[in-house]
């Protein structure tokens, strides 16, 4: 009889561990893949500036606003904010029961920690003066955090809605917790494992606040080097995204029957920076040949896969954007006799520096150097290694011409600010230079766009850079995946709409 | 000499080689132009954040505190901790080691399997039909590029015939093209230098000696001839199983393999300068570790080589 039960008892037992089993294998969809070119160095959203942590981490951690699909910033884990009048007081009021993947309750006290704790000496973060504004948080009850700024500041909302304005758990920052290589928010995601240099697995949140989302239970980010490995990846299934399908490999994609592909402008800013400091840059009239000695959209087709042209500091599909295209027209003829003018012939050596990590902008480089080449000047590349690129060219502003991608940013102060006052480009205007200081302190749309307008048209005519264009981004998508975003502005990850479509 | 004495002695001869290594690596880096902190900062972060990125790294104190710190640490076998990634050194080597050596072990076998018996063939049957194929082979495993080679296997049996996984390392499965495309170069190497080293040694006056006894030319062959002629060959197999345990940059690259290669690689790019120095101490420890397993190979091989 004994045995019988005990017989009886693990039958039960098993019948209900696989029926659990079943239940859940059958509700687990199959995991997207997707592929990462690079491995993020870490995934603490305070303590780098690199765009692969952001990336990830857009999947891990929310903020209290971000930007929606057209790039207007809504509510996040903030189900609303205000501002005082004399626009210093900033009162976001939290969503409720908001579960951290710890299983910690959102409060304003995370808030609070969160900032607290970039804003410190000690976090060293990069992103540290983007909160520096932030006199005092309050905490009146759970659900509201009262920022004090020290002064009115427009660009605060950007931040907030950035990736480094991530939400973290007090917790966790008391206990000193290993953020570097174990992120724990209240993203759409949790990390379950990261290999690094080969793949980071997200899991779904079921107690995500987006009810119904994220669709997908799991994402593989898979980190590839090699572009063709990508593609072949993608076109033999065993990849359902790769974001990022360089010119080359374009006609490949096209042929396959289960590929669709996906074209969006970038929010960068594409540029050959110039040195104005120093001869012969110093000459307006030198700075304008170079604007009319590039055919842009020859270069935005050729080095990069297409684009907008812009005639000014600002990405093309920016609100603040404005056309300046007409200023500084394709005409190397014109060019020729600005530098007759200005005495500029190939017995003065140019160094154009190139960062050879970015092959797009080392292939522009070399499209520049045959256009100029061409209106009579003696242009010769130096190749640079990233690190001497920052360290040299833009710290130290030791170059002639260089050529770069602008990042997008979602305030156009963090486009714009320190321009007139220097940068790497050394350019001086005193009239720019206050005006930007002045937009990022003026409050609403129409005021700040008036402002940038006007700074817009002087670095338009002033031309411390050949303003190239915004380049468009290949994607290519499985048919059977729909719903992939990428954030406008920070150029992260969405997966949260991300599905397979049943065949 | 006994063996003790010598151990000894080359662990002595270690730590020389240590001490000079790490001392030329250390202040290599810091010539070259570069900065850790501004890699970490970005392009838009203002010099306070930059100044307190040097601090947190340590970097803003002098290169002799930042010398005597790093031979303090060495010392204590301990690498440092890696500046991009806030993960201590060992544990990110320690992370990468078994892809690394399991590769490497594979790569050096399949090496030796193709090499050691043809190169043997190629020199026994010199002209014959064993020597072409020995020769066509050694041509197309050092002219052929691995990184072309990669690409090639990945289309076909991983993508045109789907045995093998495209990326990923989660089994050794993952390992097997790649330790094919590492294999072959070294094999040819390898190759080459066991035809010649056979050659060399069937010319030899004892062999002839060996000949007018009346020994078989089997017995000639693999047992008088080849275990001379192998010593050259191991000394250059442990120098290339050497180099791949300090890991193979354009295989891991090509095949998404976290290895080591990639890890000091990217260690380079981002002048993680802990990161690099420990890369080059343990990459100089292993070498000194074959170069001495390879020399208890060679008396084993031939007694009248003694340790010495």
Redesign the interface.
Known sequence: MKKLLKAGFVLIILLAVTGVLFAAGAKETKPLNFSLSG?P??L?PQ????TLTFQVDKSIYDTLAEPNEKGVIVPALAESWDVSDDSLQWTFHLRKGVKFHNGDTLTSADVKATFERITD?????????AFDVISSIDTPDDLTVIFTLSKPFAPFLGSIASGWGAILPKSLIDAGH?F??QPVGTGPYKMTEW?????VVLDKNPDYWMKGYPKLDKVIM?????A??QI??L??G?LDIVYMVGKDDLPLLEKSDDIKIVKNLTSLIMVMAINCSQPPFDDLRVRQALNYAIDKQKVLDTAYSGGKVIGTFMDYGNAYYKDFTDLYPYNPEKAKQLLKEAGVGNDVEIKMYLPQ?YPPHVKAGEIYQEMLTKVGLNVKIQMV????W???V??KSKFDLTVIGHTGKLDPN?TLSGYGNGKYVQWYNDEAAALIEKAAVTMGYENRKAIYDKVLEIMAKEVPFVYLGSSYRTQGIRKNVKGFRMTPNLDTFDFRWTEFIDE | MNLLLFVLKRFLRLLLTILIISTIIFFVIRVI????A?????????D???Q??R???GTDAPVTVQYARWMRDLVRLDLGTSL????SVKA?IR?RFPLTFTLAVLGIILGVIIAIPLGVLSAVHRWSLWDYLGMVYSQAGMAIPSFWLG?IL??LF??KF?IF?????DSLKNLVLPAIALGFARAAVILRLTRASMVDELSKEYIITARAKGLTEKMINYKHALKNALIPVVTVTGIQFGYMLGGAIIIE??F???GLG??FL?AI???DFPLIQGGVVFIAVIFSLTNFIVDIFYSVLNPKIRIS
Not at chain 1, 222 to 226: A, F, L, S
Not at chain 2, 33 to 36: A, H, Q, S, T, W
Request: hydrophobic content about 30%; glycine content about 8%; proline content about 7%.
């Open positions: 491995n160095d870490t603490d303590a780098t500036s690199g000496e000690k976090t060293a973060s990069p992103n540290k003066k290993d570097d290589s290999i690094r240099d080969s793949k898979n980190i590839i080097p090699e063709s490995v072949q990846g076109i033999s065993q990590n290694d990233w690190s001497t920052i360290g040299d833009y710290r963090g | 132009p570069g900065d850790p501004l890699v970490v900062a970005g392009i838009d972060a203002s306070e954040e930059i307190a990125i601090a947190k790294l991009t990634s806030g993960q990110l992370q690409i990945l289309l991983s993508v789907p996984p495209l990326f990923g390392s690259q090509v998404s393999l976290p990639r890890l990217y790019y981002q002048r």
